[in-house]
């Protein structure tokens, strides 16, 4: 299990801490947690697969599902499209996120089963596990770690391992 301690800004796995930034709005019960709002839900989640992306990051051994990140990608954060909280390809008819982006933030994504099943429109989309900027700046809503830190866990996650964020 990975857990997310937001106050103390701390990710702890298997014995180690690492540091961790949170989202903006700050750490929100699941059941309140609402698209826009910048908080981090908290809860227990299992982390669903990985995103690499292949311009960037090399493949490392890791039993966890993932695939190659692609320039197309997306992720639905509109409460209106039936696609919501979901994987999407661009260009999308609705809004929704571009996870190919230009700084390095999307380089390795965890997805998380927040609001998941069921989708709840409007509950929270997009709730990650990433990598953080290089000032620490809070999230729209996920967790995010170094490049050094995300590389040290990978290897290590089994499919279905747990994130609680507390």
């Known amino acids: ?16 801490d690492f540091r961790a930034v949170v989202g903006r709005g700050g750490v929100v019960p699941s059941a309140n947690k609402l698209e826009g709002d910048g908080a981090t839900p908290l809860g227990s989640y299992r982390i669903v697969g990985a995103l690499l992306r292949p311009d960037r990051v090399m493949v490392p051994r890791m039993t966890l599902p993932w695939r190659w990140l692609r320039p197309w990608d997306g992720w639905s954060d509109d409460p209106l ?22 700084d390095h933030v999307y380089d ?14 409007g ?3 997009a709730i990650f596990l990433h990598l953080a900027r290089s000032d620490w700046a809070p999230t729209a809503g996920c967790i995010a770690v170094t490049f050094e830190t995300m ?10 391992e747990e994130l609680e964020i507390i």
Not at 94 to 102: I, S, T
Not at 108 to 121: G, K, R, W
């Open 1 to 16: 299990m990975i857990r997310i301690e937001a106050e103390a800004g701390r990710l702890c796995h298997q014995g180690r």
């Open 81 to 102: 499209d039936p696609q919501y909280n979901r994987p999407v390809s661009h260009p999308h008819r609705f809004r929704a996120e571009r996870l190919w982006r230009a």
């Open 108 to 121: 390795v994504i965890l997805a998380t089963s927040h609001n998941s099943a069921p989708v709840v429109p």
């Open 123 to 125: 509950l929270g989309s």
């Open 151 to 160: 590389l040290e866990i990978l290897p290590r996650l089994l499919p279905d």
